[in-house]
């Protein structure tokens, strides 16, 4: 069955040749991008790009498989992935963050 709404857990942002960046929140909008968009239709890692977001919209791929295929076609055709940071992990207060150590009497 096809399903057109695969979200990928971290959006892939990439630097197309014109010099903008785009972003591509699942398989679905990979596919799109791969089928009425891409400059050249042809590459071992378009081909697999599409047949794999083509299987994670039928359900037979997972959707993290679709999203590094996407991003190695992006590599092939010089349109590279745009590594965004990653969001900072909330530290606890100074207050909390020693160790408790228990003593066994």
């Not at 400059?39 to 679709?66: D, F, Q, W």
Request: proline share 7%; net charge positive; glycine share 6%.
């Amino acid at each position: 069955m096809l399903n057109n709404n695969v979200p990928w857990i971290r959006p892939v942002t990439i630097r197309l040749q014109s010099g903008l960046e785009r972003s591509f929140s699942g398989a679905y909008d990979a596919l799109d991008f791969l089928e009425n968009e891409w400059p050249v239709r042809h590459g071992e890692r378009y081909e697999r790009a599409v047949k794999t977001c083509r299987g994670a919209l039928n359900g037979v791929i997972p959707s993290m498989i679709a999203r590094e295929a996407f991003v190695a076609a992006c590599l092939e055709s010089d349109m590279p992935a745009v590594i965004s940071s990653r969001k900072a992990i909330p530290q606890p207060a100074s207050g909390f963050s020693r160790a408790v150590r228990y003593n066994r009497i």
